[in-house]
């Protein structure tokens, strides 16, 4: 139950090998342990047969080890919709497929208004849960983050005058987006006043995705970048 009190301490040991086996502890203990590795095989051999496939996981093919996008519509088989499958299972996009997506990336920058299932798939990488910097920086690599908020790709190549910046305005976001996902996790005993108030919002990705616009209004030199960022952020949202 969870309790100091139900800890098996070693001077029941004996006691409970006793009745469970009729044998000592340190016999109960090792017959415990080698079924424990022999289940431990069996989930290892049902992962290795899932990640063999061929199998289709939410419109991707997961084969060999990592996922595919499948020749289907550019809906059915869309970037963002792969990259959402990889954040949620843990499982890498292939080789091929990287290239792929390095080799289209001019292409995808002049992609404008995403579908309706790509802005369902980014919506889910915000609020998925671990791995949304790692994912949405994977977006941007590849010049598909630009359809959710234009021009983001120039963020990541814009470096204000301004002393308070140490990176460009978009590493900067992106780095924001990272410090979120670490204070939700509680990595840093040392910040656990700033998790517990992250803990009490109930929309992480919109907080992901203020962190990813607060700083687009400075796009437009000579203009207050809140007010632009505003105004730009309305228009994504």
Known sequence: AGKLSDVLITNYQDRI??????????????????????????????VRCLLQGPLTVQGVLLEDGSLHRMQLSADQASAANLFLVAQRYSIPVSLTDLKRLEESRAAALDVGAPSADEVWAFNRILDEGPG??????????????????????????????????????????????????????????????????????????????????????????????????????????
């Open 17 to 46: 090998a006793g009745q469970l086996g009729d044998c000592s502890a340190q016999e109960w203990l090792s017959r415990h342990l080698a079924h424990a590795e022999t289940l431990a095989r069996f989930r290892e051999t049902a």
């Open 132 to 237: 949304v910097a790692a994912t949405v920086r994977a977006l941007s690599d590849f010049g598909i983050l630009d359809r959710f908020i234009p021009k983001f790709s120039d963020l990541m190549r814009f470096v204000p005058p301004d002393p308070a910046h140490s990176h460009s305005v978009g590493e900067h976001s992106m780095r924001m987006v990272a410090h979120l996902e670490s204070l939700r996790a509680g990595r840093d005993p040392g910040e656990r006043r700033f998790a517990e108030l992250l803990g009490q919002c109930g929309h992480f990705d919109m907080l992901c995705l203020a962190a990813l616009l607060h700083d687009i209004g400075k796009l437009e030199p000579g203009t207050d970048h809140c007010s632009a960022g505003a105004r730009l952020a309305a228009s994504v949202a």
